[in-house]
C-alpha cells in the first residue's frame, strides 16, 4: 500500500472550509480543490469535484493507457469533461448556481506522476532535499509575474493575488494543464491549495517535508505551520511516498 496522508484545517479567519482533500489508493489518485470564497458555494464545488472525478478518471484512463504518451491528455481530458457537466448541472441546480473551485488532481502510474489542475491549489515533487513546484498557478499575478510586470515580493501584496484565470466552472470550456512527470524511489508528492503555500515559502515547505518521514506527520506539521503564519484561509495538504521497492511497472 501507498504511504499518504492528506489534512486540512479551517485556518484562523474563515467562517467555514471551503477545501476538499480526496484520496484514492486503489487507483493512486489523490485530488485537493479549493472552493473559491467569492462564489456563491465553493465549498459544494469543491466537494463535488473530489468526489465525482475520480469516476471520469476512470472512463478516460484505462489500466493499458497509463503507461502511453497520451495519458496526461486524457487525464486532461477526465477534467474537461467533469467541468462540462458541472456547468451543466448549475445550470440546473440553484445550489450549484454561481459555486466554483480549483482543483488539481495527480495519478501515480509506476514510475510516473499523471498530473492535471485548473487554478492556484498546486502539486510539489519532493526530491533529495529539493522542491519542485510541478504546477503553474493559472492566475492574473502569475501571468503578470511572467511578463515581468511585477516581482514575485510585490505579489505578496498585489490586489490582483487571488483573481484566477483558468477554474473549473470557466466559460465555454475548462482548459485544464496536464503533464506527465517522471518520478523516482523516494520522492514525495506535496498538493495544496493556497493557504498553505501562500503563506509559507518553498524552504519551509522543503524542510518540513524532509524532517517527517511520515506524511500524516508531515502533514500535520505543514498545516501548524500555515496556522503559525497567521492562517488567513483554508489549508490543505496531501502528501504522497513513492514507494522505493515498488517495481518500475507497478
Request: net charge negative; charged share 25%; hydrophobic share 45%.
Amino acid at each position: 500500500m501507498r504511504k499518504f496522508a492528506g489534512l486540512s484545517d479551517i485556518g484562523r479567519i474563515r467562517a467555514t472550509n471551503q477545501d476538499s482533500w480526496g484520496a484514492y489508493p486503489e487507483r493512486s489518485l489523490f485530488i485537493v480543490a479549493d472552493g473559491v470564497a467569492c462564489s456563491t458555494d465553493g465549498a459544494l464545488a469543491a466537494a463535488l469535484v473530489v468526489e465525482l472525478l475520480p469516476t471520469y478518471v476512470s472512463r478516460h484512463l484505462k489500466p493499458d493507457d497509463l503507461d502511453g504518451g497520451a495519458a496526461a491528455d486524457l487525464l486532461g481530458r477526465a477534467i474537461v469533461e467533469y467541468c462540462d457537466d458541472f456547468r451543466a448541472f448549475a445550470a440546473t441546480d440553484d445550489r450549484a448556481a454561481g459555486a466554483n473551485t480549483t482543483v488539481v488532481a495527480v495519478l501515480v502510474a509506476g514510475r510516473r506522476a499523471l498530473v492535471g489542475h485548473l487554478g492556484d491549489s498546486r502539486a510539489y515533487l519532493f526530491r533529495e532535499q529539493n522542491l519542485q513546484q510541478i504546477t503553474r498557478d493559472h492566475s492574473v499575478i502569475q501571468d503578470m509575474i511572467d511578463a515581468g510586470e511585477v516581482s514575485v515580493e510585490e505579489a505578496e501584496r498585489h490586489p490582483a493575488r487571488a483573481i484566477l484565470t483558468r477554474h473549473v466552472a470557466m466559460f465555454p470550456q475548462a482548459l485544464p494543464d496536464a503533464a506527465a512527470v517522471d518520478l523516482l524511489p523516494g520522492d514525495r508528492i506535496l498538493l495544496s491549495s493556497d493557504g498553505l503555500h501562500g503563506v509559507i515559502d518553498d524552504a519551509l515547505l522543503a524542510q518540513i517535508l524532509d524532517s517527517h518521514p511520515e506524511p500524516a506527520d508531515a502533514c500535520q506539521a505543514l498545516i501548524e505551520a500555515a496556522l503559525q503564519a497567521g492562517g488567513p484561509d483554508n489549508v490543505t495538504a496531501v502528501v504522497v511516498d513513492i514507494d522505493e521497492e515498488a517495481p518500475a511497472d507497478a
